[in-house]
């Protein structure tokens, strides 16, 4: 119990601290992209498909995604760069 205990703190923490960039778009795993706001798990396997064919060069590359438009790349680009000042 206290093993599963430990490894949901670490795996959230991991999550919350993992301040993503374009580059860590580019390699993370399904649950860290499901903590992005706005990426559920259809969504989350879909970037993961996607960019097993290309990676992702900008934001605006997210919109090759399907269920994925302008504004949802702004939002994610907005969330994950506000995650990366919290950091600092």
Do not use: H
């Amino acid at each position: 119990m206290y093993k599963k205990i430990m490894m949901g703190v670490l795996l959230f923490w991991c999550m919350s601290a993992f301040g993503m960039s374009l580059k860590g778009l580019n390699s993370a795993s399904k649950e860290e992209l499901m903590a992005i706001k706005g990426i559920g798990e259809k969504k989350a396997q879909a970037i993961l498909e996607e960019r097993g064919k290309a990676k992702f060069k900008s934001f605006s590359d997210l919109e090759r995604v399907k269920g994925i438009g302008p504004q949802t790349a702004a939002n994610i680009k907005n969330d994950v760069k506000s995650k990366s000042a919290k950091e600092d």
